[in-house]
Every structure is written in structure tokens, then in C-alpha cells.
């Protein structure tokens, strides 16, 4: 039976959205994981994105999407509480405390909004490959989702402090990147790094299949970013758009910067730059034009770059703290770098077509707008180094954040009795200490 307030064509847009940014996910990175790393840890880590899939979807309709998404609490947070009824499924989506309502019903705007949840801890993730203890990992994504990934939710996009004072962050370069890359950080500190052999050869194992999920994390974008105007509209199809340019853009970029200066194209260093091109245009892909695509996928291409292969090389930090997948570069790096780009270069049309009230940023003469953005990085940044500490330290009162070092030595076997490649007889184990 149909309900005057329903359009179909959104609705449908909107599940088609959601279910592309769920495929970024499951399969997108949990092959690119598993093809990226060694074989010795191909399974566990793309069981680390399956499992956080699995439990983010269950934490956020019990409790988690009314504390990100639902009525006031604080500033900070929503309420928690459940919203799995057939009421709450049926009636018209809305977000209370933003007095925003959309053509759809409140199960796709849970489902849409789930499903980049459930990815920001994936990438978070690529950071604690091959050593996090899994009874671990899974203690820690419920416990981040709820106390970190939901007041930044709620701060930028529930309504809450950050979207009153006017911070742009269109799909998430704060909300989810910049998150997902600080708390990354930290947790990989706090995890201490993989074994030296690791650390020293870390060759992917298949490279095909990381190229797989790296063209499904691409494409499974354009749901990503075209989703967010909870409509099929202009703004929608802008937004795909300039969530193309701008990663062709990084692609290219990245490229050139790897044959400057180690003289060869690298298929991999391509994947990174595609990865920080869609992470800085994801906080203003709808607002900026194509010309502003253009300089944020320029950027994206060469900032992250410095900051992985000169900075990662010759700053101790960096060299200290075993980031796996590089996640401070590729997201916090391009998802701060994005969400300041977007205070320079957001359009009043773009923000008009968004329906916000900001009148651009500094090319409509709008610089204020860097400020803002300088003030929800800054919230962000301290969030996660605060929450992710706590949570992680309490985690380690109850169980180790690391393997032990027989599980180190072998691997997925050790970890699971699995491996990834059964490649003699009829798929008899032989472990030789995980090469």
C-alpha cells in the first residue's frame, strides 16, 4: 500500500546507493585486503572486514543509528535506543533533529546510513593488519562505533554542534576518512607493529584480486557521494560526477609522482592515489564544480604522496607507528586535505543545490568557511586520539590487542586453521611459517 509522501524513484536510488557502498565493503575491500597483504595473512584480513560488517549492522539498529542520527541527547549525541519495529521500518525517514525529511522509508535510511559505519571501521582496519588479536578486533568495533564513529555522526550530520556552526562534510571526509585514518593511527600504535620480517617483506599476494576490490571500492563510490542528497537529484548527479573526475585526476597524479621519482609506474601507488582521490572529494563532492574536482584530485595526488614516501620515510613517528595499509596517509591525510579544500573551493550553488544555507567557500568570498573546517578537523582529530586510547586500553585489561608470537610466525593458520590458497592435493595444510 503506498503513502503520499513515498517516491519510488528515490527510494530506489537511495537502496541502490546503499547496497554499491555495501559492496565497497563486502567484497570491494575485504579482497583488496586480501589480496594486498602476504599469504600468511590473506584470510585473516578479510575476515577483519567481514566481521566488522557483520557487527557494526547489529550494534547500529539496537542502539548505534538513534545515537548518530536520532533525537537530541547533546550536542554531541543522539539518544540510544532501537529502531528495528515495523513502525520504525515503515514511516517516512527523517532525521529529527536536523528537521530533515526524505522521500523514503526510515529502513533505507538506516540501511544507507549503516553501511558507512560499517566501512569506516573496515578501513580503520587496514592499519592493524597482521597482528591485531581478533578477539580483540571484535570487542573493539562495537565499542568505537558507539562511543566515536556515532558523536561524529551526530556532531556533523544528526544535526548536532558542527552542522550548526556550518562545517561542510558532504559524504564523510571527516566523519568517516579522517576518523577511520587518526584512530587508525593510534590503535597501531597502541597494537605495536607486525614482526620485522613482516614489516621488512610485505609483497601482496595477488595483485589481480587487489585490483578487483580496488575497481569495486571506485565504482561502489559513486553510491558513496551520489547517495547523500537523499534524493535523485541535480546535486546526485553532480556529485557522481565530481567523485570521477577528481580520482581520475589523483590516479594520474600519483602516477607521475611514482615514475619522478622511482622511475617506474606502480599499479599499486596507482590504487593509493585512486583511494585518496575518492577520500578528498568525499567531503565536497556535491558543492564544488568540476573545475574544483580537478585541483582536489591534483591535490590528492601529490600531498599524500609526500606525506606517505617523504614523511613516512624520514619522520620517527612514522617509522615507529606499523601503520599496515598506510590509512593515516590515505585517509586522514586526504580527508582532511578534502574537507580544507572544500572551505576554498565549495560553490553557493552547490551548497544551495545541497540545501545549505553556506554561501560557498573562499572563491564566492566565503573564507570563514576554512575556519570551520579547521574547527570540525580539529574536533575530530581530538575525538579519536581520546576515544580510540580509552577504548583500546580497556580492551587490553580483558585480552591481548596483539597475537602471540607463535600466531605471528605462521598466520592465518595459527589464527584460524585457514588458509587461502589450497594449491596441492585436495587442500591438505602444510604451513611453512606463512611466506
Given at each position: 500500500?503506498?503513502?503520499?509522501?513515498?517516491?519510488?524513484?528515490?527510494?530506489?536510488?537511495?537502496?541502490?546507493?546503499?547496497?554499491?557502498?555495501?559492496?565497497?565493503?563486502?567484497?570491494?575491500?575485504?579482497?583488496?585486503?586480501?589480496?594486498?597483504?602476504?599469504?600468511?595473512?590473506?584470510?585473516?584480513?578479510?575476515?577483519?572486514?567481514?566481521?566488522?560488517?557483520?557487527?557494526?549492522?547489529?550494534?547500529?539498529?539496537?542502539?548505534?543509528?538513534?545515537?548518530?542520527?536520532?533525537?537530541?541527547?547533546?550536542?554531541?549525541?543522539?539518544?540510544?535506543?532501537?529502531?528495528?519495529?515495523?513502525?520504525?521500518?515503515?514511516?517516512?525517514?527523517?532525521?529529527?533533529?536536523?528537521s530533515t525529511l526524505a522521500a523514503f522509508p526510515m529502513a533505507t535510511m538506516v540501511?544507507?546510513?549503516?553501511?558507512?559505519?560499517?566501512?569506516?571501521?573496515?578501513?580503520?582496519?587496514?592499519?592493524?593488519?597482521?597482528?591485531?588479536?581478533?578477539?580483540?578486533?571484535?570487542?573493539?568495533?562495537?565499542?568505537?562505533?558507539?562511543?566515536?564513529?556515532?558523536?561524529?555522526?551526530?556532531?556533523?550530520?544528526?544535526?548536532?554542534?558542527?552542522?550548526?556552526?556550518?562545517?561542510?562534510?558532504?559524504?564523510?571526509?571527516?566523519?568517516?576518512?579522517?576518523?577511520?585514518?587518526?584512530?587508525?593511527?593510534?590503535?597501531?600504535?597502541?597494537?605495536?607493529?607486525?614482526?620485522?620480517?613482516?614489516?621488512?617483506?610485505?609483497?601482496?599476494?595477488?595483485?589481480?584480486?587487489?585490483?578487483?576490490?580496488?575497481?569495486?571500492?571506485?565504482?561502489?563510490?559513486?553510491?558513496?557521494?551520489?547517495?547523500?542528497?537523499?534524493?535523485?537529484?541535480?546535486?546526485?548527479?553532480?556529485?557522481?560526477?565530481?567523485?570521477?573526475?577528481?580520482?581520475?585526476?589523483?590516479?594520474?597524479?600519483?602516477?607521475?609522482?611514482?615514475?619522478?621519482?622511482?622511475?617506474?609506474?606502480?599499479?599499486?601507488?596507482?590504487?593509493?592515489?585512486?583511494?585518496?582521490?575518492?577520500?578528498?572529494?568525499?567531503?565536497?563532492?556535491?558543492?564544488?564544480?568540476?573545475?574544483?574536482?580537478?585541483?582536489?584530485?591534483?591535490?590528492?595526488?601529490?600531498?599524500?604522496?609526500?606525506?606517505?614516501?617523504?614523511?613516512?620515510?624520514?619522520?620517527?613517528?612514522?617509522?615507529?607507528?606499523?601503520?599496515?595499509?598506510?590509512?593515516?596517509?590515505?585517509?586522514?591525510?586526504?580527508?582532511?586535505?578534502?574537507?580544507?579544500?572544500?572551505?576554498?573551493?565549495?560553490?553557493?550553488?552547490?551548497?544551495?543545490?545541497?540545501?545549505?544555507?553556506?554561501?560557498?567557500?573562499?572563491?564566492?568570498?566565503?573564507?570563514?568557511?576554512?575556519?570551520?573546517?579547521?574547527?570540525?578537523?580539529?574536533?575530530?582529530?581530538?575525538?579519536?586520539?581520546?576515544?580510540?586510547?580509552?577504548?583500546?586500553?580497556?580492551?587490553?585489561?580483558?585480552?591481548?590487542?596483539?597475537?602471540?608470537?607463535?600466531?605471528?610466525?605462521?598466520?592465518?593458520?595459527?589464527?584460524?586453521?585457514?588458509?587461502?590458497?589450497?594449491?596441492?592435493?585436495?587442500?591438505?595444510?602444510?604451513?611453512?611459517?606463512?611466506?
Amino acid at each position: 500500500m503506498s503513502v503520499a509522501w513515498l517516491n519510488t524513484g528515490d527510494n530506489a536510488w537511495q537502496l541502490t546507493a546503499a547496497t554499491v557502498v555495501g559492496l565497497q565493503s563486502i567484497p570491494g575491500l575485504v579482497v583488496l585486503y586480501g589480496g594486498i597483504v602476504k599469504k600468511k595473512w590473506a584470510i585473516n584480513s578479510a575476515f577483519m572486514a567481514f566481521y566488522a560488517f557483520a557487527a557494526v549492522l547489529i550494534a547500529w539498529i539496537l542502539w548505534a543509528y538513534n545515537m548518530g542520527f536520532g533525537t537530541e541527547w547533546t550536542s554531541f549525541v543522539g539518544m540510544p535506543h532501537p529502531i528495528a519495529s515495523m513502525g520504525d521500518e515503515l514511516k517516512q525517514a527523517s532525521i529529527p533533529t536536523s528537521s530533515t525529511l526524505a522521500a523514503f522509508p526510515m529502513a533505507t535510511m538506516v540501511y544507507f546510513q549503516f553501511v558507512f559505519a560499517a566501512i569506516t571501521l573496515v578501513i580503520m582496519a587496514g592499519a592493524f593488519l597482521g597482528r591485531m588479536n581478533f578477539k580483540a578486533w571484535m570487542l573493539f568495533v562495537p565499542l568505537w562505533l558507539t562511543f566515536s564513529y556515532t558523536i561524529g555522526a551526530f556532531s556533523l550530520w544528526g544535526g548536532g554542534w558542527l552542522s550548526t556552526l556550518g562545517v561542510i562534510d558532504y559524504s564523510g571526509g571527516y566523519v568517516i576518512h579522517l576518523s577511520a585514518g587518526i584512530a587508525g593511527f593510534i590503535g597501531a600504535a597502541m597494537i605495536g607493529p607486525r614482526l620485522k620480517r613482516d614489516r621488512e617483506s610485505f609483497q601482496p599476494n595477488n595483485v589481480l584480486m587487489m585490483l578487483v576490490g580496488a575497481g569495486i571500492l571506485w565504482i561502489g563510490w559513486n553510491g558513496f557521494n551520489g547517495g547523500d542528497p537523499y534524493a535523485a537529484s541535480r546535486d546526485a548527479g553532480a556529485a557522481v560526477l565530481n567523485t570521477n573526475v577528481a580520482t581520475a585526476m589523483s590516479v594520474l597524479a600519483w602516477t607521475v609522482m611514482d615514475i619522478f621519482y622511482f622511475k617506474k609506474p606502480s599499479v599499486i601507488g596507482a590504487v593509493q592515489g585512486m583511494i585518496t582521490g575518492l577520500v578528498a572529494i568525499t567531503p565536497a563532492a556535491g558543492v564544488v564544480d568540476g573545475y574544483g574536482a580537478l585541483l582536489i584530485g591534483l591535490a590528492s595526488g601529490i600531498i599524500p604522496w609526500l606525506s606517505m614516501n617523504i614523511m613516512g620515510k624520514k619522520l620517527a613517528i612514522f617509522r615507529k607507528v606499523d601503520d599496515t595499509l598506510g590509512v593515516f596517509h590515505t585517509h586522514a591525510v586526504a580527508g582532511l586535505l578534502g574537507g580544507i579544500l572544500t572551505g576554498v573551493l565549495a560553490t553557493k550553488a552547490g551548497c544551495a543545490a545541497f540545501g545549505l544555507s553556506n554561501p560557498g567557500g573562499g572563491i564566492d568570498g566565503n573564507w570563514h568557511q576554512v575556519v570551520l573546517q579547521l574547527y570540525g578537523a580539529g574536533f575530530i582529530i581530538a575525538l579519536n586520539i581520546v576515544v580510540t586510547f580509552i577504548i583500546l586500553k580497556l580492551i587490553s585489561l580483558v585480552v591481548p590487542l596483539r597475537m602471540s608470537e607463535e600466531e605471528l610466525l605462521v598466520g592465518d593458520d595459527a589464527v584460524h586453521g585457514e588458509e587461502a590458497y589450497a594449491l596441492y592435493g585436495d587442500g591438505e595444510r602444510q604451513p611453512v611459517l606463512g611466506d
